[in-house]
């Protein structure tokens, strides 16, 4: 009678619900932890960015080239929460391959509660959240290739369009439930393709573009202050950590993996770069040093929650010799990829994106795929179709702008430089301004 019983309360709607709930996507305070944290890191990045590039240039443009980071975050921020993330992540019906839908438009849905098909173990608001910081510093990193030239308001407008038109499909296409190379079975860790390959493709027109800068005694320019390169190279890997170690969306095995690996595979690079300095210079810089290190950065961005730690010391390796012979052979190109953009991260994530395919391991990630010619082609398409649609859409986007506002500044302003025209700052005050004050 008791077991009857007792099968009896099994069948009951009461058991049946319970035993449903447990079975539901159910938020993890540890997951949930993780992924806020690494949204604040991967916030961090921008201004890191900011620094970064900013120290790189000359003097006199140093406030405008920090701005143009900073303004991304501010339109990129706003557009996000509007159409953005629903464009990127949400199920867009017949489109679905290409493109969401605007069912989470203003962010109309996106709560508290987990996204089984995103997320099941994070509140959707925290897992969109951190996607917003990705989205955020990709048109930051298009900055680069333009600086010192390019006027704030054509670059308010362009990002604001190349945003939406261009990052978001590119985002659904690989992160999305749905998303034709997700289907494909390409594999992009934390955003080798979305972020840096996107981006570089853009740069890369922009330069072409808007031509070469003027003043330049020489095809590159010396940084203007290198202790603001190195602190910018160190926050982005600070943040960096979680730019990659967050994408794993839990706190478990697979996020030490890409903690690891984010940390072993700029270690790689840094040293290749300064050894190469070394070699042909018989000095190491430290530019040299946090260009090493962000391009070890990139190239293990696509990888990072597929390959072992020492995978990643190869990936950041060659990253550093691809990218260092890149930015050596740029200059005799003729091109004012100001801040090397391309040779850097388009270089660098190109490469981690076709290493992926050879060293990625479901011994690592069971989710992902073993390296194999297939995935290799996988993976080659991923990049191609990416330089493709950022190229092609960012040439008629920077044309389109142009015919709003003059994409350049004018030769005085250039003269002068564009912290004057642009920001009406200046980022240090000169030695006649400090005596008339005083």
Request: proline share 4%.
């Amino acid at each position: 009678m008791k077991r009857l019983l007792t099968a009896f309360a099994l069948t009951t709607p009461a058991v049946a619900l319970a035993q449903a709930t447990a079975a539901a996507p159910r938020i993890d305070s540890g997951d949930t932890a993780l992924v806020l944290v690494s949204a604040g890191l991967v916030l961090l990045m921008t201004p890191g960015l900011a620094f970064f590039y900013g120290g790189l240039v000359r003097a006199k443009n140093v406030v405008h080239t920090m701005n143009m980071s900073l303004v991304s975050m501010a339109i990129v921020g706003v557009l996000w929460t509007l159409v953005g993330y629903s464009l990127a992540f949400s199920r867009g019906g017949p489109l679905d391959a290409l493109l969401g839908g605007l069912s989470w438009a203003g962010l109309r849905g996106v709560t508290g509660a987990p996204e089984p098909e995103l997320a099941p173990t994070v509140p959707h608001l925290a897992f969109m959240l951190f996607q917003a910081m990705f989205a955020v510093i990709t048109p930051a990193l298009v900055s680069g290739a333009i600086v010192e030239r390019m006027r704030i308001k054509a670059f308010v407008l362009f990002v604001a369009l190349w945003s939406v038109v261009v990052y978001t499909p590119v985002a659904h296409w690989v992160w999305a439930p749905g998303g034709w190379l997700r289907n494909m079975g390409a594999l992009d860790f934390a955003g080798g393709t979305v972020v840096h390959i996107n981006a570089a493709a853009a740069a890369l027109v922009g330069a072409v573009l808007l031509g070469k800068r003027r003043g330049l005694r020489a095809p590159t320019t010396v940084p203007h202050n290198v202790p603001f390169v190195v602190l910018g190279a160190g926050l982005l890997w600070f943040g960096w950590l979680g730019f990659n170690g967050g994408s794993a969306l839990g706190a478990n095995g697979l996020a030490a993996y890409a903690f690891t690996n984010t940390f072993v595979a700029p270690a790689a690079a840094a040293l290749v770069w300064g050894l190469a300095e070394l070699f042909i210079h018989g000095k190491i810089s430290g530019v040299g040093l946090a260009s090493g290190a962000v391009a070890g950065m990139v190239a293990i961005t696509p990888a990072a929650g597929f390959v072992t730690p020492l995978a990643s010391l190869a990936v950041g390796g060659l990253a550093a010799a691809a990218s260092f012979g890149a930015v050596r052979l740029r200059p005799r190109l003729g091109l004012d990829d100001a801040l090397d953009v391309f040779a850097v991260h388009g270089v660098a994530a190109t490469l981690g994106a076709l290493l992926t395919g050879v060293l990625a391991t479901r011994a690592v990630n069971e989710a992902g795929a073993d390296g194999s010619l297939a995935l290799l082609g996988v993976q080659a398409l991923g990049v191609l179709v990416t330089l493709a649609w950022s190229g092609v859409v960012s040439f008629l986007l920077f044309k389109l702008v142009g015919l709003v506002t003059p994409l350049r500044a004018d030769e005085q302003d250039e003269w002068t430089g564009l912290d004057q025209s642009d920001a009406g700052e200046r980022g240090y005050a000169m030695a006649d301004d400090m005596a008339s004050a005083s």
